[in-house]
């Protein structure tokens, strides 16, 4: 079996001792920024990208994608601890996993949230290596027209997925794919909106973008209504789950896993929805729907699978396709080129114990989550307790000197400023900033793909709908707006992310 | 009542973003469809842009739901801003520790619940686990202490 050679690749790779260590590190630190409300795994990886410079390719990739899934286990810590969800997937589970912990049951609460992220991880993990590398194969067949089309459907897909106004969400878009182009053109080296700015040649710095938009903005934002914050639940014991419970969570982790596993693929942050449409989901199929609210432990497990089985799951568009689902993936994107290689349908054949070591690390990654959360819950605890004071100062000094550290220049620390004020702005307006992000870091392919096709079809625009397969892709766009923009689709849109407040 | 500020405001936004990115790409070559030049794919999305713009605008006229605006923290926006403009100023001339002293105390003063003690706690903490994680751990090619700071 091929499957098994490929994974036994994957267990070697994953299974050094340096690469063990990274993946812990990156699991640790995500549970780490997952806990603490107001740094996420986006501003965090943006300011790991430059360290992981001097890494190994697989080294740096295991280790920030350790982050990234770390981060949706720490998460739900928060979310059941103090009522707050440390990462935005987890909000739901703050719902049903608070009033547990209120009840004195924080324990099987935190125990579901692991054993059903675990389950997620462990099929989705599986998942990825199934599917990701016949997806590959066919991904290997598609010209520029098709890149197009595709890279079309990523972007308009996930404002379907964002909440909010579908027409703010575009814009921002739009804004994104703008701001990407800023800096030498690839075809004739005009320098493009660069007010003559030497540093701005090369493009707006990646890091900076993030760094701006989800770390400075965020921030700005959290210290407009400074609360000093309780931890209502000091003490956490009895991890264990009771026989009912383990009884009742079963289905719930199939179903949001299954969830989780689809929606994980789309653009545009779906492991947030994920976990809300399992939570509606689980309410929906329930005997005792009333009980949602009040502690059910069926609305810890199911969103906390599907949020989890998302996370993995978006690493398909990425791995096989070189496109990013969300601002996480594009950052790992990033970490891709710094490394020197091109994400897309190449890296399964060119590089496969990259590939596989980062597929086989996730699942390592997984295992090692649940060790930690569970046995060291009462360090977690104690983290929630370091006041946001502490830590906006932390992320500030991380940020400039990170920032700095990439080419030893002082424009990328000016630019943190600059974006973040423009992202603070928007965020003001009710612009989410995660299809700006999206946005900037396609912007250049698009175009690229886009001039590239119209020299391919002599200057024939048609040669998109001509092909069929970047026909049929620029229709499933078409649906996706369409569908965003229903009314009836909206109006469950607002209900689903209602149960956020 | 104009409606809701909010939109008018985010509608005027993107409306000025995209006249400027569609004003500097007039700047540039543009080619046709067959040859794209480097102002083609710009102007065309500034275009799109401008026209959201206008939509957001239009749409925030005839909102009735006001949606208030919220507080801004003033103080704590030009602390950060200030604190990363110094950063990237001073780094090489002043060395990375006196830089990155000054940018966590200016900083540390965007919480309203600090205070000065707090303040110079926060400033030597900080700075310490920045020099062994970044200079030690990490082997970065910062100096401590720089030129302007020699006599």
Same mark, same amino acid.
């Not at chain 1, 790779?13 to 997952?34: E, H, K, Q, R």
């Not at chain 1, 924080?106 to 998942?127: D, K, N």
């Given at each position: 079996?091929?499957?098994?050679?490929?994974?036994?690749?994957?267990?070697?790779?994953?299974?050094?001792?340096?690469?063990?260590?990274?993946?812990?590190?990156?699991?640790?630190?995500?549970?780490?920024?997952?806990?603490?409300?107001?740094?996420?795994?986006?501003?965090?990886?943006?300011?790991?990208?430059?360290?992981?410079?001097?890494?190994?390719?697989?080294?740096?990739?295991?280790?920030?994608?350790?982050?990234?899934?770390?981060?949706?286990?720490?998460?739900?810590?928060?979310?059941?601890?103090?009522?707050?969800?440390?990462?935005?997937?987890?909000?739901?589970?703050?719902?049903?996993?608070?009033?547990?912990?209120?009840?004195?049951?924080?324990?099987?609460?935190?125990?579901?949230?692991?054993?059903?992220?675990?389950?997620?991880?462990?099929?989705?993990?599986?998942?990825?290596?199934?599917?990701?590398?016949?997806?590959?194969?066919?991904?290997?067949?598609?010209?520029?027209?098709?890149?197009?089309?595709?890279?079309?459907?990523?972007?308009?897909?996930?404002?379907?997925?964002?909440?909010?106004?579908?027409?703010?969400?575009?814009?921002?878009?739009?804004?994104?794919?703008?701001?990407?182009?800023?800096?030498?053109?690839?075809?004739?080296?005009?320098?493009?909106?660069?007010?003559?700015?030497?540093?701005?040649?090369?493009?707006?710095?990646?890091?900076?973008?993030?760094?701006?938009?989800?770390?400075?903005?965020?921030?700005?934002?959290?210290?407009?209504?400074?609360?000093?914050?309780?931890?209502?639940?000091?003490?956490?014991?009895?991890?264990?789950?009771?026989?009912?419970?383990?009884?009742?969570?079963?289905?719930?982790?199939?179903?949001?896993?299954?969830?989780?596993?689809?929606?994980?693929?789309?653009?545009?942050?779906?492991?947030?929805?994920?976990?809300?449409?399992?939570?509606?989901?689980?309410?929906?199929?329930?005997?005792?729907?009333?009980?949602?609210?009040?502690?059910?432990?069926?609305?810890?497990?199911?969103?906390?699978?599907?949020?989890?089985?998302?996370?993995?799951?978006?690493?398909?568009?990425?791995?096989?396709?070189?496109?990013?689902?969300?601002?996480?993936?594009?950052?790992?994107?990033?970490?891709?080129?710094?490394?020197?290689?091109?994400?897309?349908?190449? +890296?399964?054949?060119?590089?496969?114990?990259?590939?596989?070591?980062?597929?086989?690390?996730?699942?390592?990654?997984?295992?090692?989550?649940?060790?930690?959360?569970?046995?060291?819950?009462?360090?977690?605890?104690?983290?929630?307790?370091?006041?946001?004071?502490?830590?906006?100062?932390?992320?500030?000094?991380?940020?400039?000197?990170?920032?700095?550290?990439?080419?030893?220049?002082?424009?990328?620390?000016?630019?943190?400023?600059?974006?973040?004020?423009?992202?603070?702005?928007?965020?003001?307006?009710?612009?989410?900033?995660?299809?700006?992000?999206?946005?900037?870091?396609?912007?250049?392919?698009?175009?690229?793909?886009?001039?590239?096709?119209?020299?391919?079809?002599?200057?024939?625009?048609?040669?998109?709908?001509?092909?069929?397969?970047?026909?049929?892709?620029?229709?499933?766009?078409?649906?996706? +707006?369409?569908?965003?923009?229903?009314?009836?689709?909206?109006?469950?849109?607002?209900?689903?992310?209602?149960?956020?407040? | 009542?104009?409606?809701?500020?909010?939109?008018?405001?985010?509608?005027?936004?993107?409306?000025?973003?995209?006249?400027?990115?569609?004003?500097?790409?007039?700047?540039?070559?543009?080619?046709?469809?067959?040859?794209?030049?480097?102002?083609?794919?710009?102007?065309?999305?500034?275009?799109?842009?401008?026209?959201?713009?206008?939509?957001?605008?239009? =749409?925030?006229?005839? =909102?009735?739901?006001?949606?208030?605006?919220?507080?801004?923290?003033?103080?704590?926006?030009?602390?950060?801003?200030?604190?990363?403009?110094?950063?990237?100023?001073?780094?090489?001339?002043?060395?990375?520790?006196?830089?990155?002293?000054?940018?966590?105390?200016?900083?540390?003063?965007?919480?309203?619940?600090?205070?000065?003690?707090?303040?110079?706690?926060?400033?030597?903490?900080?700075?310490?686990?920045?020099?062994?994680?970044?200079?030690?751990?990490?082997?970065?090619?910062?100096?401590?202490?720089?030129?302007?700071?020699?006599?």
């Amino acid at each position: 079996m091929e499957l098994f050679a490929n994974l036994g690749l994957g267990f070697e790779t994953a299974l050094s001792p340096d690469n063990i260590l990274y993946c812990f590190i990156g699991v640790l630190l995500g549970t780490l920024v997952g806990v603490l409300p107001g740094i996420g795994p986006t501003a965090t990886i943006g300011l790991l990208l430059p360290i992981t410079f001097n890494f190994e390719p697989v080294s740096a990739l295991i280790m920030l994608a350790g982050i990234y899934y770390g981060a949706q286990y720490g998460g739900s810590t928060t979310a059941i601890l103090i009522n707050l969800p440390g990462e935005s997937s987890s909000a739901v589970t703050a719902i049903d996993g608070y009033k547990m912990a209120r009840q004195g049951r924080a324990g099987p609460a935190l125990a579901t949230a692991a054993l059903g992220s675990f389950f997620a991880g462990t099929v989705t993990t599986l998942i990825l290596a199934l599917f990701a590398p016949p997806l590959a194969r066919v991904a290997l067949q598609f010209g520029s027209p098709e890149y197009f089309s595709l890279l079309v459907l990523g972007l308009l897909a996930s404002i379907a997925l964002a909440h909010g106004s579908v027409v703010k969400a575009l814009a921002m878009i739009v804004l994104g794919l703008l701001l990407g182009l800023v800096g030498q053109d690839i075809y004739t080296g005009t320098p493009r909106f660069t007010f003559g700015q030497f540093e701005l040649y090369s493009g707006i710095s990646f890091v900076s973008l993030a760094v701006g938009v989800f770390g400075v903005a965020e921030i700005l934002r959290n210290l407009e209504h400074e609360t000093i914050r309780t931890v209502a639940v000091k003490h956490v014991s009895g991890l264990w789950l009771s026989k009912d419970d383990f009884k009742r969570i079963i289905a719930p982790v199939l179903r949001g896993t299954a969830v989780g596993s689809v929606l994980g693929i789309l653009p545009g942050g779906g492991h947030v929805l994920a976990a809300f449409a399992s939570y509606s989901l689980e309410k929906k199929v329930s005997k005792e729907p009333e009980k949602f609210g009040t502690g059910a432990i069926e609305g810890v497990a199911g969103p906390e699978s599907a949020n989890n089985a998302g996370a993995q799951t978006s690493f398909i568009p990425l791995l096989t396709l070189g496109i990013p689902a969300h601002p996480v993936m594009a950052l790992i994107i990033g970490a891709f080129i710094i490394q020197g290689i091109t994400p897309g349908p190449n +890296v399964v054949t060119d590089e496969p114990e990259l590939f596989w070591g980062i597929i086989v690390s996730m699942w390592l990654g997984n295992l090692f989550l649940v060790l930690l959360n569970l046995p060291l819950i009462g360090l977690w605890v104690r983290m929630l307790t370091i006041p946001y004071r502490v830590l906006f100062p932390a992320i500030i000094a991380f940020a400039s000197i990170g920032t700095f550290s990439i080419h030893l220049n002082a424009f990328d620390v000016y630019a943190i400023a600059v974006l973040g004020i423009i992202g603070y702005v928007l965020v003001k307006l009710d612009c989410e900033p995660a299809p700006l992000l999206l946005g900037f870091v396609l912007g250049p392919l698009l175009e690229e793909h886009l001039r590239r096709a119209m020299i391919i079809s002599r200057g024939d625009p048609m040669v998109f709908i001509e092909r069929p397969i970047s026909a049929g892709l620029l229709l499933a766009a078409a649906i996706a +707006v369409v569908i965003a923009i229903l009314p009836s689709v909206r109006r469950k849109r607002e209900e689903v992310f209602q149960e956020e407040d | 009542m104009l409606g809701a500020l909010k939109d008018l405001l985010a509608g005027l936004v993107f409306i000025a973003f995209g006249l400027a990115f569609g004003y500097a790409s007039l700047g540039y070559d543009i080619g046709s469809a067959l040859r794209m030049g480097p102002g083609y794919f710009p102007l065309f999305l500034s275009g799109i842009l401008t026209v959201l713009g206008v939509v957001i605008l239009v =749409q925030g006229f005839f =909102q009735t739901e006001e949606s208030p605006i919220g507080p801004t923290p003033w103080l704590a926006l030009v602390l950060l801003v200030g604190a990363l403009f110094i950063f990237g100023f001073t780094v090489q001339g002043l060395g990375l520790v006196p830089s990155l002293m000054i940018t966590v105390f200016m900083s540390a003063f965007a919480s309203r619940h600090t205070g000065v003690l707090g303040a110079i706690a926060l400033t030597i903490g900080l700075t310490l686990v920045c020099v062994l994680i970044f200079v030690y751990g990490l082997g970065l090619p910062l100096r401590l202490l720089g030129p302007w700071l020699d006599f």
